[in-house]
């Protein structure tokens, strides 16, 4: 378990890139999609920064995700 906690940074900034990439689409669907995306990536990214005692990171994705939860609040409607 230690080894995947270790990893997770890579798979989370993965998810970051892509939900970026999605977020800056054109399409309203592919922008709801990278908002829940990102929510992904705050998770991983919070997990890995309670393993590696990276408070700074955990806080980071606390407030980040806020925003990422308005843009999916703000994308809902347009998205379906």
Same mark, same amino acid.
């Given at each position: 378990m230690e080894d995947i906690l270790d990893a997770m940074q890579w798979p989370?900034? *993965?998810?970051?890139? !892509?939900?970026a990439y999605l977020v800056a689409s054109k399409g309203r669907r592919r922008r709801?999609?990278?908002?829940?995306?990102?929510v992904l990536s705050?998770?991983?990214w919070i997990a890995w920064g309670l393993? *590696?005692?990276?408070? !700074?990171?955990v806080a980071?994705?606390?407030?980040?995700?806020?925003?990422?939860?308005?843009?999916l609040w703000k994308t809902r409607a347009t998205a379906l």
């Amino acid at each position: 378990m230690e080894d995947i906690l270790d990893a997770m940074q890579w798979p989370a900034m *993965a998810v970051t890139v !892509a939900a970026a990439y999605l977020v800056a689409s054109k399409g309203r669907r592919r922008r709801h999609a990278g908002f829940w995306t990102f929510v992904l990536s705050n998770v991983l990214w919070i997990a890995w920064g309670l393993h *590696a005692a990276a408070y !700074a990171v955990v806080a980071l994705q606390l407030f980040l995700g806020v925003t990422n939860v308005r843009g999916l609040w703000k994308t809902r409607a347009t998205a379906l």
